[in-house]
């Protein structure tokens, strides 16, 4: 019986290392009370809705694919980073740089520079230059899709020899933060979020729930 639970163990364990993990980490975004909520329908949506997977690049890279997957019309247009100096911006993968989505054109650069009593320190910024469209839509946005919708990707260099997980440790203690502004709902409203955590990668929570049962399991064993 041993010897078949060390085999299932192990072949548990490859399996997790083994799948292809779509991101490294998944940030996800919350209102922030400070910039307020226009209403709560299209904030709700927003939160649910739009994510950032991040994934590494080697080992000097990271890729931040900005995702609207939903059902509720909206688009975002604007991104704002706060990176205390781990990240420097290097391009964008979009319609026209880098073979990105066709339906989605951003650049560096944004007005308001910095979300609306922003605090300072934000030092990137990406905007589209579309405006809302009749029926909410933005034409160069990342739109939503039910359940895939559109994609923006950003490339960062890391800083001074700092890793992805140094960077997915500095989202958790908000040393480096996102922002977004979301517009296109009906009729043409539009919100403000901040990231809020982080979600790790695939194989890491199989990992980690291989062990908590195979911690259970053993304390069984040994009660019988």
């Known amino acids: 019986m041993q010897k078949l639970l060390t085999i299932t163990v192990i072949a548990a364990v490859m399996l997790a290392i083994g799948i292809p993990a779509k991101a490294n980490f998944t940030v996800h975004y919350v209102g922030n009370p400070v910039w307020g909520t226009n ?28 995702r609207n997957n939903g059902p509720v ?7 704002y980073f ?26 560096e650069g944004a007005t308001p520079p910095e979300p609306p ?17 009749p029926g909410g839509v933005m034409l160069n946005g990342v739109n939503n899709g039910d ?17 992805i997980n140094d960077l997915e ?17 009906l009729p043409q409203g539009s919100e403000w979020l901040v990231n809020n955590g982080v979600i790790p990668a695939p194989g890491a929570v199989l990992l980690a729930g291989i062990g908590v049962g195979l911690v259970g399991f053993l304390r069984r064993r040994r009660a019988l």
């Not at 019309?73 to 991104?79: G, Q, R």
């Not at 009593?117 to 469209?133: A, E, M, N, R």
């Not at 359940?147 to 890793?163: A, H, Y």
């Open 117 to 133: 009593q922003g605090g300072g320190g934000w030092t990137s910024f990406f905007t589209t230059d579309s405006d809302p469209q």
């Open 39 to 66: 209403d709560t329908g299209d904030m709700a949506a927003a939160q649910s809705q739009i994510f950032a997977d991040v994934s590494a690049l080697g080992g000097t890279q990271v890729l931040f694919d900005f």
């Open 82 to 107: 706060r990176d205390g100096n781990i990240i420097q911006f290097n391009y964008l993968i979009d319609r026209d740089e880098n073979g990105g989505d066709l339906g989605v054109d951003f650049s």
């Open 169 to 185: 440790d500095a989202f958790k203690t908000h040393d480096v933060e996102t922002a977004i502004h979301v517009q296109g709902f």
């Open 147 to 163: 359940p895939t919708g559109e994609v923006l990707g950003i490339v960062f260099d890391l800083s001074g020899g700092q890793t």
């Open 73 to 79: 019309a909206c688009s975002l247009t604007d991104i």
